[in-house]
């Protein structure tokens, strides 16, 4: 089975960085979209930024020129690079995957747990 793992979240003042990575283990899989998703307390959760197996990248406007989704294909892992941090970025951040196995036939969707993220003086 597919496992999501995501590691890099603390707790930073603002103005800070952190790099967030999910690293995607198991066997015989092939991953395509990948991306970054975060729920604050009380709220949904959230589109953060989305990559393309081909490093076409989105993000959500309120990270865009702050936030840098990337992938290495490689090692079937993504990154996300968040410079000048606001209070407003607390929040658990979800690592997402598209992946298919040898014996399935479309993309289904994997969650990792989540790694916290807070942002306060």
């Known amino acids: 089975q597919v496992q999501l793992v995501e590691s890099g979240g603390g707790s930073v003042q603002p103005g800070g960085s952190l790099r967030l990575s999910c690293a995607a283990s198991?066997?015989?899989?092939?991953?395509?979209?990948m991306g970054w998703y975060r729920q604050a307390p009380g709220k949904q959760r959230e589109l953060v930024a989305t990559?393309?197996?081909?490093?076409?990248?989105n993000y959500q406007d309120a990270v865009k020129g702050r936030f840098t989704i990337s992938r290495d294909n490689a090692k079937n892992t993504i990154y996300l690079q968040m410079n000048g941090l606001k209070p407003e970025d607390t929040a658990v951040y979800y690592c997402?995957?598209?992946?298919?196995?040898?014996?399935?036939?479309?993309?289904?969707?994997?969650w990792g747990q989540g790694t916290q993220v807070t942002v306060s003086s």
């Open positions: 997402n995957a598209a992946i298919k196995s040898p014996i399935g036939a479309a993309w289904v969707d994997y």
């Open positions: 198991g066997t015989s899989f092939s991953i395509n979209g």
């Open positions: 990559i393309t197996r081909g490093g076409i990248t």
